[in-house]
């Protein structure tokens, strides 16, 4: 049977039965909530205002405006929303779905950390995502000023054919087909029924080292924020982005990046029924951490499933994702194994949110497969050094709380090894976690260098929370090699960004 029949017997059964690994079952008929939702997909006056502002207005002037619009009472879901758009419509996620293109990826990281700020601080991340904007925005200008065009109304499918007409438009790579199918999405499905579309295609192949999974999640938790309303610009760019590839279309070749994607849709039913109900297990988590240091994706994936089918939680392999995602900053602390960290938060969010048994199956594996391909992409970078997570020798903490936390942060502007050691000890020694995550917090506000601080610490952050106690304290301490340090004067969003808000 051929590669082309295998994808028409899998679209088939993901869309008639409701199940299909990989795709989840998708419900077509359209409910009285997706009615509603289409009717509510006209843009807001306020938020289309804001939006041509931020396009329109120059980079030094651009916060100073969006400040006196605050005065005047516009919300901050307004200049979020505003700010994700402008991105979506203004820059093009080419040559690969990062670059300029995290002026979208790193809205969900804004709004993440602004939750956690004292009231004075809120709008520092925000109007730190603006003013990259208008950097972000001159770059694409200069690379031809690319302007997402307007839907292809006669190419819209009828809402019955939504899903259908997506997923048949990314199996094939087609972006015409594509771009027309997710606006119907948009316009006609729910927007949990929506997602279950994307969760493994954001996954499914390792082309820009994971931001296809950053954008699937950054879209759906951003929504969630801003109303569906704004969903079809944001979901026509999704679907193009996800589509990124090099010369020649993946549906016809067997590239190494689409190989594990391919072979774990093949095994995930090896995964025996009812493992959701295993057993915490070090053990497990080790062993998996030992097969991602050295291993192949292959090995992952098999490992993955021999340890939950032996009784291991997945709670346990997510231990191991999570920390080998984080080992691999002690080993070379570059872009690339920034990225585990980053993708894995996305992917687990997927996991958690998906309503379907067979795409959870293969999100596990996928994220267990992807971090040996981060682990020899960030080798060919500079080399690792052989340092595990379970090595950190932990520092006692000195003093006071306060001083205790002076010392990590000053350390992470050189030191940041030691530094690691300092957290780990701070932690183990049971001191309150607040106040360090809250200064953490506050340096990124008032220090952050570049959108991958904003990423890298809302996702270490984040999934602190997930990692099950034994390995916690160990994977916040990874992030020493990332976190912002005390160094320095603040950035100038901060002046610009007080003195805005004030008038």
Aim: net charge neutral; proline share 5%.
């Amino acid at each position: 049977m051929t590669e082309e029949i295998d994808r028409r017997v899998l679209l088939r059964s993901v869309i008639t039965a409701g199940a299909g690994i990989g795709f989840g079952g998708v419900h077509l008929q359209r409910s009285a909530a997706a009615e509603k939702a289409s009717s509510l997909l006209a843009p807001e006056p306020r938020t289309e205002a804001l939006v041509f502002l931020l396009e329109k207005t120059p980079r030094d002037q651009v916060l100073e405006k969006v400040g006196a619009k605050i005065r005047e009472g516009a919300t901050y879901d307004d200049v979020l929303a505003a700010l994700i758009l402008a991105g979506v419509r203004e820059v093009q996620p080419r040559p690969s779905v990062g670059f300029q293109f995290h002026t979208v990826l790193g809205v969900l990281s804004y709004h993440h950390i602004r939750s956690e700020l004292p009231a004075e601080d809120q709008w520092l991340p925000v109007f730190w995502g603006i003013d990259y904007f208008k950097s972000a925005q001159s770059s694409d200008e200069r690379q031809g000023d690319w302007k997402m065009p307007p839907v292809d109304e006669s190419a819209v499918p009828l809402p019955d054919q939504a899903a259908r007409s997506l997923v048949e438009a990314m199996h094939a790579w087609n972006e015409p087909e594509a771009d027309a199918a997710a606006a119907a999405v948009a316009r006609h499905l729910p927007p949990q029924q929506a997602f279950e579309l994307f969760y493994p295609l954001g996954s499914r192949d390792f082309r820009s080292i994971g931001h296809k999974a950053i954008f699937v999640m950054g879209a759906q938790r951003v929504l969630q924020q801003i109303g569906w309303r704004h969903a079809e610009p944001i979901m026509r760019s999704l679907a193009y982005a996800l589509l990124m590839h090099d010369d020649g279309n993946p549906a016809d070749r067997d590239d190494p990046a689409d190989q594990p994607w391919r072979r774990n849709q093949r095994i995930a039913g090896k995964i025996r029924n009812n493992w959701q109900d295993g057993g915490l297990s070090r053990e497990a988590t080790a062993e998996l951490l030992s097969v991602f240091h050295n291993g192949s994706p292959e090995d992952a994936a098999d490992s993955v499933i021999a340890r939950i089918n032996a009784g291991a939680s997945p709670v346990s392999v997510w231990d191991a994702i999570f920390c080998g995602a984080a080992e691999l900053q002690l080993r070379q602390p570059n872009i690339v194994s920034l990225h585990a960290v980053t993708t894995s938060r996305a992917i687990h969010y997927a996991y958690q949110t998906t309503t379907q048994e067979a795409t959870r199956r293969l999100l596990l594996l996928q994220n267990a497969s992807l971090l040996p391909m981060f682990r020899d992409s960030a080798a060919g970078r500079g080399g690792l050094a052989e340092m595990s997570i379970e090595g950190i020798e932990a520092i006692p903490p000195e003093g006071t709380d306060e001083t205790a936390i002076r010392d990590i942060v000053d350390g992470l502007s050189g030191a940041r090894r030691q530094a690691a050691g300092r957290i780990l000890g701070y932690l183990e020694a049971n001191r309150s976690q607040k106040p360090l995550l809250s200064r953490i917090r506050q340096l990124l506000a008032y220090k952050a260098g570049g959108v991958h601080d904003y990423k890298f610490t809302s996702a270490a952050l984040e999934d602190f929370q997930h990692v099950s106690k034994p390995w916690r304290n160990r994977y916040l301490a990874c992030g020493a090699m990332h976190f912002r340090g005390s160094d320095g004067s603040d950035n100038s969003i901060v002046r610009r960004t007080r003195q805005a808000l004030s008038g």
